[in-house]
């Protein structure tokens, strides 16, 4: 962990973000008149959405696109009224 002055983030900013973005540091606080005030850290990549997760829960039907013709008429209907 690294203590900065809010002077020296704002001086040196991108080195500090440099420094959490290759890992160099885990977490860098900031202090204003000696007291900390704000803390940076490396965004932690969220693999909670990941595209395909419930591949295999369930089936989609064949026909699933039937009923495309008659929605799109009652769309025509409501936009002609």
Known sequence: MQIVSLFDAKTHLSRLVD?????AQT??????????????LPIQNDT???????RGEFEVPDDIDAANAEIAALFSERAGT
Do not use: D, F, L, Y
Request: proline share 4%.
């Open 27 to 40: 977490e860098i606080i900031i202090c204003r008149n000696g007291k900390p005030v704000a803390r940076m």
């Open 48 to 54: 909670s959405r990941r595209i395909g997760i419930a």
């Open 19 to 23: 420094q959490i973005a290759t890992g």
